[in-house]
């Protein structure tokens, strides 16, 4: 009864890889998101998407290019990794409510180390 | 961008004692949400709130919708060790209703 699901957990990689990680949820819900949480547990939105269009696109550097083939799915995929990369990576989904969610659930998230 | 102002940063109670923290912001929001997170583990929403003045509890949690529509506060009763972890605010604008702006959370430590 998984709600919103990301894979994997954890990924460690050396700097300048690319990378993705993966994000579904099963809420029926039109709008997901990703979050960066820094080392001091800020979470910032970098981008949003509803029923697959890019709404949000937060000042994030452009190796990170997020995707999504349908509304249950949103993947996010970064290009030569740098050290400041580093971070957990949470995905979130809202249902729709006013043109936009009035909750968010989140995903248990993805711990990013670049080494 | 929006800045959430969360307080206080860290707390270290006993067993048994009532809690409170609270979230302003500099803009009129239309929804506030308080979550927990658990070591290792993503945010899990407690209270969603969205009405001013509006006053919503969740077992030992209660949070208020601030009349002004600028603030929120969350208070847990009976604090219990399993209460421990990172409470975060969430607040969602008028002028924007695909975000949500978090604050920068409040470390919460229960002694038994």
């Known amino acids: 009864d998984t709600a919103v699901s990301q894979t994997p957990k954890y990924l460690v990689t050396q700097m300048g890889n690319d990378k993705s990680i993966k994000c579904e949820q099963n809420l029926g819900h039109d709008t997901m998101y990703w979050y960066k949480q820094d080392s001091k547990k800020f979470l910032k939105i970098m981008f949003s998407y509803n029923n697959k269009e890019l709404i949000i696109n937060e000042t994030v550097p452009n190796r990170f290019s997020p995707k999504s083939p349908d509304k249950a799915h949103l993947n996010l995929h970064i290009n030569s990794l740098e050290l400041g990369d580093s971070a957990v990576y949470f995905c979130?989904?809202?249902?729709?409510?006013?043109?936009?969610?009035?909750?968010?659930?989140f995903g248990p998230g993805t711990r990013l180390t670049v080494l | 961008g929006q800045q959430l102002n969360q307080s206080p940063q860290s707390m270290f109670i006993q067993e048994g004692e009532d809690v409170s923290m609270n979230c302003t912001s500099s803009?009129?929001?239309?929804?506030w949400l308080w979550y927990k997170q658990d070591p290792g583990e993503g945010p899990v929403l407690l209270i969603a709130?969205?009405?001013?003045?509006e006053l919503t509890s969740n077992g030992r949690l209660t949070a208020q919708f601030g009349i002004t529509r600028k603030d929120s506060f969350l208070n847990i009763s009976a604090s219990i060790p399993s209460d421990v972890g990172i409470y975060f605010c969430?607040?969602?604008?008028?002028?924007?209703?695909?975000?949500?702006?978090f604050g920068s959370g409040t470390k919460l430590n229960v002694k038994p």
């Open positions: 969430a607040g969602q604008p008028t002028y924007n209703f695909n975000k949500f702006y």
């Open positions: 709130l969205y009405k001013a003045g």
């Open positions: 803009s009129i929001f239309n929804t």
């Open positions: 979130a989904s809202s249902p729709p409510r006013s043109g936009g969610g009035d909750t968010q659930y």
